[in-house]
Each structure stands twice: as C-alpha cells, then as structure tokens.
C-alpha cells in the first residue's frame, strides 16, 4: 500500500439535534409542573402564614413569590405543548419565560438565575438551528 492512489473514505458529517422531541416535551412539561407546584405550596404557606401573622402585611408580600411560580409554570407548560403539536410559537413562549424570569428577579433584588438563562438560550439555539428536522411551523 505504499503506492496506492486510493485514498480513505470520509465519511460526511451530517448535524442531528441535540435532543429529542419527545423527550424535549417531556423534561418541559414536568419542569413546569415543579414550577406550578412551587407555587402552590407557596400559597399555602403565604395563607397559613397571613392567618397566623401578627403583621399582615409581611404575609401579603408572600403571594408575589407564588404567583411568579405559577405564571411561570403555566408558560413553560403551553410551551412544551405547543412544541409538542410543531407549532413554532414554543420557542416564543419559552423565550417569554425567560425574560419574564430574568425581569422578576432584577424587579426584586435577586440574583439572577444563570443556569435557567443558559439552558433556556441553548434550547432556543437548538430549536433555531433544527426548526426543520423538528417540523416547527
């Protein structure tokens, strides 16, 4: 082989997404039910503490917290099943939330959440870059 002309094959690099969309719309959905949950039980500590507070009006500052989880959880919710019917509103809606996250938490002083914003920013890269294999209309 010290002469052959033949060179080896190559093979062609061919770029299949990251995840999978089954899979995608099942992470999305149960990260959204823990949000709703969040919230739930958050509203049920805000009550039972609003009942038991002999300062009522720290207890009514709790229901801001809760109705962020909720709102939040609901969005990723319709989201996972948009994406889930090919509709290319998902990657809009999911894009909502994390603006929505990151408003909420400058609005209150915290910090803000680096790991929801770089896994939300690569989702939507990956949802853009594969709209096509993934038939998002």
Not at 32 to 52: P, W
Not at 56 to 75: E, H, Q, S
Request: cysteine-free; glycine content about 8%; overall charge positive.
């Amino acid at each position: 082989m010290q002469h052959s002309t033949t060179q080896p094959r190559i093979a062609a690099i061919t770029h299949q997404p990251v995840l999978k969309k089954d899979i995608f719309v099942f992470a999305l959905a149960v990260f959204g039910f823990f949000s709703i949950l969040s919230g739930i039980v958050g509203f049920v500590l805000a009550i039972i503490l609003l009942s038991n507070a002999t300062a009522p009006d720290l207890a009514t500052t709790l229901f801001i917290d809760p109705a962020y989880d909720l709102t939040l959880g609901a969005i990723i919710i319709v989201s996972s099943r948009a994406f889930a019917r090919g509709k290319f509103l998902s990657v809009w809606l999911y894009g909502g939330s994390l603006i929505i996250d990151s408003l909420y938490h400058t609005l209150r002083g915290y910090p803000l959440n680096f790991l929801f914003m770089g896994f939300g920013l690569l989702i939507i890269w990956q949802l853009l870059r594969f709209r096509s294999e993934l038939d998002l209309r």
